[in-house]
């Protein structure tokens, strides 16, 4: 319910934050906190157990530890470098997920007409 919710503005809040930061020719301070609002959000969505559950699976470890050398790189002041590398893991943590998206997508009524090219006007 409620904590589900803050984490998800957390997540949300946090990506706007570091495309912000982006923007701003890789602000460190902003893409740092963008950083700390996404990783603290995503356990509230998911929850705990499953966050550790899912980010520590053998499969996903590697994806897990290149996701966390970017941020660390983040943290140290190499914004750059640690957001190429944490974009990396996380297309390789969450990849899987991108044809489902897309399919479902497709069936969005709005958002269809858009992927597809035709125009109903």
């Known amino acids: 319910g409620g904590n ?3 984490g998800f503005m957390l997540v ?16 460190k301070m902003l ?4 950083n700390l609002m996404f990783i603290s959000g995503m356990p509230l969505v998911i929850g705990p157990g499953k966050t550790v559950a899912y980010f520590t ?4 470890l590697r ?3 290149t996701f966390g050398f970017g941020a660390f790189l983040v943290f140290i002041g190499w914004p750059f470098f640690g957001l190429l590398i ?3 893991g996380l297309l390789n943590l969450f990849g ?10 497709k069936r969005m009524p709005f958002v269809s007409s ?3 090219g035709k125009n109903d006007r």
């Open 4 to 6: 589900r919710r803050i």
């Open 12 to 27: 949300g809040g946090g990506s706007l934050v570091t495309i912000m930061g982006v923007t701003l020719f890789f602000n």
């Open 31 to 34: 893409i740092s906190l963008g």
């Open 57 to 60: 699976a053998p499969k996903r």
């Open 63 to 65: 994806a897990t530890g």
């Open 86 to 88: 944490e974009v990396f």
């Open 96 to 105: 899987n997920m991108f044809p489902f998206l897309w399919a479902m997508l």
């Open 114 to 116: 858009l992927l597809s």
